[in-house]
T-cell receptor, first 113, second 114 residues
Framework: DQQVKQNSPSLSVQEGRISILNCDYT??????FLWYKKYPAEGPTFLIS?????DKNEDGRFTVFLNKSAKHLSLHIVPSQPGDSAVYFC????????????FGAGTTVTVRA | DVKVTQSSRYLVKRTGEKVFLECVQD?????MFWYRQDPGLGLRLIYF???????EKGDIPEGYSVSREKKERFSLILESASTNQTSMYLC?????????????FGEGSRLTVL
């Protein structure tokens, strides 16, 4: 049973616009969340993370928002670029302070020129 | 830069064959993992190891075994391959000195079982 859920399998957005990717989790003990990006035929690479003591973390065009009461986080990409076309995975440790990650099913983002 | 190298990018095997997937990392990481990626299911943890000769089951260990004889090398073994093991297999490593959250992945091995 997946504890991290990405309910939107795909997202199409025009270049320059905002991409918003959503992720829900079931385990209230999760206290650290990560986003990974994956291009076809490559392994996932770490993108951005957020600790539960924050509600927002920003890194350039990428911002992650965390709503603990709703057990929900989102990744915003502004502005979206063609090179952002990839699969994005939300992840969280299986247990607090654990190094094993539980991944969501992923959201495929396509940025249209 | 961390380098995680998986020995085979693409493999085609027949049902019942024994399959070895090899993974080597060059950053002296304590932890190593094997995941499989399937459409609609994301990445699921098969096995992981936090030290040489140590291994623990992940979410879906059935039909798989692992070996970690050296710190830098983690092998995934399919004793008798089946068609439902057709998948993308991803090896990853991470440091064990406190939780950093970041896994470093290899490029993946796409296995097709006929």
């Amino acid at each position: 049973d997946q504890q991290v859920k990405q309910n939107s399998p795909s997202l199409s957005v025009q270049e320059g616009r905002i991409s918003i990717l959503n992720c829900d989790y079931t385990n209230s003990m999760f206290d650290y969340f990560l986003w990974y990006k994956k291009y076809p035929a490559e392994g996932p690479t770490f993108l951005i993370s957020i600790s539960s003591i924050k509600d927002k973390n920003e890194d350039g065009r990428f911002t992650v928002f965390l709503n603990k009461s709703a057990k929900h986080l989102s990744l915003h990409i502004v502005p979206s670029q063609p090179g952002d076309s990839a699969v994005y995975f939300c992840a969280a440790p299986f247990e607090a302070d654990d190094y094993k990650l539980s991944f969501g099913a992923g959201t495929t983002v396509t940025v249209r020129a | 830069d961390v380098k995680v190298t998986q020995s085979s990018r693409y493999l085609v095997k027949r049902t019942g064959e024994k399959v070895f997937l090899e993974c080597v990392q060059d950053m002296d990481h304590e932890n190593m993992f094997w995941y499989r990626q399937d459409p609609g299911l994301g990445l699921r943890l098969i096995y992981f190891s936090y030290d040489v000769k140590m291994k623990e089951k992940g979410d879906i260990p059935e039909g798989y075994s692992v070996s970690r004889e050296k710190k830098e090398r983690f092998s995934l073994i399919l004793e008798s391959a089946s068609t439902n093991q057709t998948s993308m297999y991803l090896c990853a490593s991470s440091t064990g000195t406190g939780y950093t959250g970041e896994l470093f992945f290899g490029e993946g091995s796409r296995l097709t079982v006929l």
